[in-house]
């Protein structure tokens, strides 16, 4: 069972546009809302991160908007450019269950010049 | 402050084989997760070690283990080794009050 759903699978944008990536997720213990990047052949890297107290984090041209009672969360990715051309994950964590994080399916990003 | 580091970066194995994979923990990082990355997949929780002592399990057979020593590092070890086991393995670390988790560079491993 996927406790993080991810839409879409893949997304191609205009350079200088903006991208956006959904995640659902059903269980209310998650508290912890990170997204990573990850370019082929390496790790994934901490982009930006959110709690379910604010509706909103913005960090760069990164934005993370954070819907509790829809139980949803997005990544938009302002200004858009080559470089940014990559896999995108979600996670979600449950203090209850230490620091293990449920991850999307994953989102390729390929922004076009 | 040095990063999350992994050894080896590639490995081949052959089925029913042995591999140990190693990590080395963020500094000041005491906790280590490990996850396996199918190929175009999100990562999947193995397991988390905190003070050397297992944390938290995904769901993985037994045949997954692994161990923590007293300088935080890791080693991830897969017995028996099968197709399906050909991924990416990831490590992260964390300090365990903080949700942040900083990830390795992996280890793919191929398993013929």
């Known amino acids: 069972q996927q406790q993080v759903k991810q839409s879409p699978q893949s997304l191609i944008v205009q350079k200088g546009g903006i991208s956006i990536i959904n995640c659902a997720y059903e269980n209310t213990a998650f508290d912890y809302f990170p997204w990573y990047q990850q370019f082929p052949g390496k790790g994934p890297a901490l982009l930006i991160a959110?709690?379910?107290?604010?509706s909103e984090k913005k960090e760069g041209r990164f934005t993370i908007s954070f819907n509790k009672s829809a139980k949803q969360f997005s990544l938009h990715i302002m200004d858009s450019q080559p470089g940014d051309s990559a896999t995108y994950f979600c996670a979600a964590s449950n203090p209850n269950t230490g620091n293990q994080f449920y991850f999307g399916t994953g989102t390729s990003l390929t922004v076009i010049p | 402050e040095t990063g999350v580091t992994q050894s080896p970066t590639h490995l081949i194995k052959t089925r029913g084989q042995q591999v140990t994979l190693r990590c080395s923990s963020q500094s000041g990082h005491n906790t280590v997760s490990w996850y396996q990355q199918a190929l175009g997949q999100g990562p999947q929780f193995i397991f988390q070690?905190?003070?050397?002592?297992?944390?938290g399990r995904g769901n993985f057979p037994p045949r997954f283990s692994g161990l923590q020593f007293p300088n935080y590092s890791s080693e991830l070890n897969v017995n028996a080794l099968e197709l399906d086991d050909s991924a990416l393995y990831l490590c992260?670390?964390?300090?365990?009050?903080?949700?942040?988790?900083?990830f390795g560079p992996g280890t793919r491993l191929l398993v013929l």
């Open positions: 070690y905190y003070r050397e002592e297992e944390n």
């Open positions: 992260a670390s964390s300090l365990v009050w903080e949700e942040t988790q900083y």
């Open positions: 959110i709690r379910p107290d604010v």
